[in-house]
């Protein structure tokens, strides 16, 4: 699967996006958000920490995420400051278990964003 953005703030969220439709909600709800980081030394490394908090907030909080902010922090560590909200589910379905980053590329258009699901 692919995601594009024309930033990377944009490709998260296009990112995000794209596993939600993969995740079935059902019951009722209520509203969550949290904030958290995620480093890395490059920003392969930190998506792919970033798609791990966000399965894991799938498995242990059953909550999909509507509404994401994030700030970049570069250095020798890339550090991505999250502030997302969204809802939390009775349940929530997914035939997943892990978000694998295949390929992240810039070109003239923007960033693209190569993932696959097991």
Known sequence: MEVEGKTIKELLKN???EINKMVKSEGS???FETKFEVK?????EVIENFAEKIVGYFEKKKAIFEDLEVEIIPG???ILKCSLSGKIFEKLKKDFKEVKISELEENLSGWKLAFSVD
């Open 15 to 17: 990112f995000v996006f």
């Open 29 to 31: 709800f209520e509203n």
């Open 76 to 78: 020798k560590k890339w």
């Open 40 to 44: 890395g030394k490059e920003m392969k």
